[in-house]
């Protein structure tokens, strides 16, 4: 097995590395860090959670170790789609850059350029910008970007998907040919193939098996869920959700609980907290001194629930991430892998769990067919609570068309005050998690006209009430209608 003493480290960087508790590279590690130090262009297909981020620091901080940055003029770049992601990087490069006398600067949105003016003016050997940041900074004229000799891309699939991949072709021109190109993503689309083509020159390609993705230390599970009725199916979800994360227990330390809208990011936060559970939201609409609260506060353990989009969860590095929820199956099968990669890291065990409602059953196929195995199908827990809370869910679950009418349009009647439109009304009763927001009222007779509409079980009603009672034709119906066949045939 490689270890880190034989990638030609510099030795400065291997006691960082030690300090950090490494104790030997990772494939990615093992693959990309030794073409990059001699100077090799390099094409990383590996995901989040590999260890990708220290396959190209270090050797990046290695070669920097010689030289030094004149003012405007970094000597590297390393481009990441998102502001969290930049500050990871940042962080990871504080970590092994420790012995080194190097400096960098973070160029992120929501940031004053002021002070990011500051230090690009001093100069830097290492620029972690987001491809827009960067940009402003260049028209500003504050940034000249002919002395780059390497060049990063990081997540270049996230920065497709967010349409930044204009932004950074033009990067690519403005710096110098010559530059060395440090490429990674997840995935290879055909655009990013092309840019690959196009700016790498003959790159080493290291490829880390897909297996990361479905690795065995991370237990999948989904479970399929249809709601009683459209308009009750998120209220109904947020519901199953509390109960699978109750389920899991103890065993559930802190989780990231993904949806693929802001706004569902912050309904689920919200509703999450009401229910008594210690939760917070992250997405791009949030400010960042907002988010940098946020997640400080996730890594720290005084947050059990980071509530997130796929977007604002790319830079988070929380080694310990127990659980992964997916609240909502992504629309890319790619995000499935960057969302359960979020757990299970660095060998340890992760849960990723699931709810699929009939409308992402394609999604779900193309997250399975993308991870070559089928997501094992998992129980709904609410099923096996205890009846008043049961009530609800087996309604749920039940075709719709089986409801009598008068229920329907009461149940309408309602959801308006009740779960419409969403979260604000979504009052619990009391802290107890898996607790129903719906008024229990309303389940007994609901359940009473269920079983008279089933065939057998009228009949066994009727008798338990004395015999010939007949409910529906009013006070007076004659005697022999209350009789059963089997008394006339005896009579
Ligand atoms: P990344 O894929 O860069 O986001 O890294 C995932 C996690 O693995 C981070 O928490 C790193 O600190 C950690 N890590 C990176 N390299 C190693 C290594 N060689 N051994 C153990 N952990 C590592």
């Known amino acids: 097995m ?33 073409p990059a130090l001699e100077g090799k262009d390099v094409l990383g297909i590996a995901q989040t959670g590999t260890g990708k981020t220290a396959s190209f620091t270090l050797p990046l901080i290695t070669q920097l170790a010689r030289g030094r940055a004149r003012a405007r003029m970094p000597r590297s770049l390393v481009l990441c789609p998102t502001r969290e992601l930049a500050a990871q990087v940042a962080e ?34 290492v620029l972690i910008a987001t491809p827009g940041r960067l940009l402003d900074h260049f028209e500003r004229g504050k940034l000249i970007l002919n002395d780059v000799k390497v060049m990063v891309v990081d997540e270049a699939d996230r920065m ?54 479905t690795s065995e230390n991370i237990t999948q599970g989904v479970l399929l869920f249809k709601g009683s009725r459209k308009d009750r199916e998120a209220s109904e979800k947020r519901k199953v959700l509390r109960a699978i994360i109750d389920s899991e227990g103890d065993a559930c330390s802190n989780a990231i609980v993904f949806c693929n809208r802001k706004v569902d990011v912050d309904i689920v936060a919200k509703s999450l907290k009401k229910y008594g559970y210690d939760a917070a939201p992250i997405h791009g609409d ?72 009939p409308r ?31 009530a609800p869910i087996a309604e749920a679950v039940a075709p719709v068309a089986d409801k009598p009418k008068r229920t329907r349009s009461r149940t309408r009647k309602k959801e308006t005050t009740e779960v419409a439109p969403a979260v604000v009304q979504e009052q619990p009763k009391a802290p107890e998690p898996t607790a129903a927001p719906e008024p229990k009222p ?21 008798s338990d009430r004395g015999g010939n009672k007949v409910v529906g034709l009013g006070d007076h119906t004659p005697e022999f209608i209350g009789l059963s066949f089997k008394e006339r045939i005896a009579d």
């Open 2 to 34: 490689t270890k880190f003493s034989d990638l030609n480290l510099n030795p400065k960087v291997l006691k960082a590395i030690d300090e950090a508790g490494y104790e030997s590279p990772t494939p990615i590690q093992a693959g990309a860090i030794p």
């Open 92 to 125: 990871n490069f504080d970590t092994y850059a420790k012995y080194v006398k190097l400096t960098k600067a973070l160029l992120i949105g929501g940031v004053s350029f002021k002070e990011q003016d500051i230090l690009i003016d001093k100069g830097v050997d």
């Open 160 to 213: 497709l998907d967010m349409g930044f991949i204009p932004d950074i072709e033009r990067i690519f021109g403005l710096t110098p040919f010559t530059r060395q190109t440090l490429f990674f993503s997840a995935t290879m689309a055909p655009e990013i193939e092309r840019i690959t083509n196009t700016f790498l020159s003959a790159p080493e390609r290291i490829e880390v098996a897909r297996q990361a993705t």
């Open 286 to 357: 949030l400010d960042q001194s907002h988010r940098t609260r946020t997640l400080d506060g996730f890594r720290e353990g005084s947050l059990r629930f980071l509530v997130a989009s796929d977007v604002a969860a790319r830079g988070l590095d929380v080694p310990s991430v127990s659980h992964v929820f997916n609240f909502d199956v992504p629309g890319h099968a790619e995000d499935y892998v960057h969302r359960i990669g979020r757990t299970g890291r660095a060998g340890r065990d992760g849960k990723a769990i699931m709810i699929c409602v």
């Open 360 to 390: 992402d059953e394609k999604n779900l196929a193309d997250i399975e067919h993308l991870v070559q195995r089928e997501i094992p199908r998992m129980d709904n827990p609410l099923k096996s609570a205890k009846p008043a809370d049961d």
């Open 442 to 462: 309303e389940e007994q007779p609901r359940r009473g006209r269920g079983r008279r509409g089933s065939g057998n079980g009228g009949r066994d009603d009727r």
